[in-house]
């Protein structure tokens, strides 16, 4: 949500107020948008990395507070639980050499804040779900400090009035409950951004959702919750149960939850945020000041505070931004698909893909999502998250004939989609060294078939293997796994097995 709150309590009245107040916004982003009053085209991107706190033993450590106050950086945030982290990257024109200087950037931010973690017994993991996560781990009491967190745990357990239920059925089963939002603290993610004009919004959106599954598929770094061996990336299904202010009832009738695919193709930005309106009542009933009509009657540019809170606790995949920098406001598409890790050279790999691919698709005469129904893109994101990198996708046969068919994740990304993200970076303006060294990350991740889930999952079949109880073989999978992540070389080179001695490295075979 960005600001911090102050936690209170509310009344009828001051929901009544705030939704009056969010309808006034939402008007005042219509006229914005017939005015054409937003910023011009800059070509800016940014990323933000949530990040877990893990110690020698690869457990968690409850310690964010002490890590933030070492580092001293703004760079450097809270998020919902104290093993979390956040990392900001300030926005970078999207030109250039620009995915070596994130490259590099991140290296250094990550490397210094991990040196200042451990002067507390503590280091940095970009990874998607901490396996050595206990249930245990994840109740209120490890909130971050911070009146929004608790106010905002507060807000979904009251609207939902019982406690949240999570059942994911992957390789295993999980089930149990909770009686606050905690777990979704352990979902770490990376969010990529991108500032496009009104007139390019849709496009990009549309863009972006149709590849949400190709992005799951390649990315997947998340096998793992509770001690159980779930989907490949169990960050979604996760994160929907854990938010899903709904009861059963609810549930039944088929209103929609808060954290969500979507459920159609877009024609612009304006849909997304009237949506969020009129589906999903507020949670944080907390009004500005501001009047944003009177603003813009006066020639001034609204914040619209509160269409910017309301839409921070609905949870899109990709998500619909409205910002003000310097006094101007400017639209973004969030893209929240992928999880942390496992290294910064794979997360600028995934970012580059991305991009390219937006920036290609976007632009096609005949794009995509005129011939991918809506429905067939949510399948595929479902299907990603299940299978990983060995997910099969319905995808637009290429060629004039049309139709549809069933694709591997890996075949598609080879034959059709790393052509067009190199399309897309040179559309950029992207220096062709770092086009083709990130992306050729990406192919050799589908050559060899191999991200940081099925490294996840093949290495700690190989601690069962060798005799490890499940816990051990959880805990040494993470361990050996934050060694290469600091080792700073892509997953798809990882020796898969665990160490025999830490002193030796040698891997079992």
């Known amino acids: ?289 501001e009047d944003p009509l009177q603003i813009l009657d006066e020639g001034g540019v609204p914040a619209l505070q509160e269409l910017v809170l309301h839409n921070g606790t609905v949870y899109r995949w990709n998500r619909p931004v409205y910002g003000l920098a310097d006094g101007v406001p400017h639209l973004r598409v969030e893209n929240r698909v992928l999880p942390a890790g496992p290294t910064v050279t794979d997360v600028i790999a995934n970012a580059a893909l991305y991009y390219g691919l937006v920036r290609a698709l976007a632009e096609e005469p005949r794009p995509v999502w005129t011939r991918l129904p809506f429905a067939a893109a949510a399948e595929n994101f479902d299907t990603a998250c299940r299978q990983g990198i060995d997910a099969e996708l319905i995808w637009p046969r290429p060629g004039r004939s049309g139709g549809l068919t069933r694709v591997s994740a890996v075949k598609l990304v080879r034959d059709e989609l790393l052509p067009l993200a190199a399309a897309g970076l040179d559309a950029w303006n992207i220096e062709p060294a770092d086009r083709d060294h990130y992306l050729g990350v990406i192919e050799e991740r589908c050559k060899r078939r191999v991200n940081g889930a099925s490294w996840q999952a093949d290495t700690y079949h190989r601690g069962l293997d060798a005799g490890l109880a499940r816990d051990a073989a959880l805990a040494a999978t993470t361990r050996r796994y934050a060694e290469l992540m600091h080792s700073g070389e892509p997953v798809h080179t990882w020796p898969v097995g665990l160490p025999d001695r830490p002193e030796t490295g040698r891997v079992r075979p």
């Open 1 to 289: 949500m960005g600001e911090k709150v102050v936690a209170g309590a509310f009344d009828l009245s001051d929901r009544q107020r705030y939704r009056r107040k969010l309808h006034r916004c939402l008007e005042g982003l219509g006229r914005l948008l017939v005015e054409r009053r937003f910023d011009r085209p800059r070509n800016l991107m940014g990323m933000e990395i949530e990040l877990n706190l893990a110690g020698v033993d690869g457990l968690p450590r409850m310690m964010n507070a002490e890590v933030l106050e070492r580092i001293a950086s703004r760079d450097f945030q809270t998020e919902l639980g104290m093993f979390n982290l956040e990392v900001n990257i300030v926005p970078h024109r999207l030109a250039g050499r620009v995915f070596d200087q994130l490259a590099e950037e991140l290296r250094t931010g990550l490397g210094y804040a991990h040196r200042k973690a451990g002067e507390v017994a503590a280091g940095i993991m970009m990874i998607g779900i901490l396996p050595t996560l206990d249930h245990q781990d994840l109740v209120a009491a490890n909130l971050s400090d911070g009146d929004r967190y608790a106010l905002l745990n507060d807000q979904m357990v009251a609207a939902r009035g019982e406690d949240f239920a999570l059942d994911i059925e992957g390789v295993e089963r999980l089930v149990c409950t909770s009686s606050s939002i905690t777990p979704e603290a352990a979902c770490t993610s990376v969010q990529l951004h991108l500032q496009v004009t009104p007139a390019r919004f849709a496009d990009v959106w549309n863009a972006a959702q149709a590849v949400a599954a190709v992005q799951i598929a390649l990315g997947a770094n998340s096998p793992f919750l509770f001690g159980r061996e779930l989907w490949r990336e169990s960050r979604p299904p996760l994160f929907q149960q854990a938010t899903d202010t709904r009861p059963p009832e609810l549930q039944n009738q088929g209103v929609r939850p808060r954290t969500w695919f979507g459920e159609r193709w877009i024609s612009s930005a304006y849909e997304l945020f009237e949506e969020n309106l009129r589906y999903f009542p507020p949670l944080l009933p907390i009004c500005d000041e």
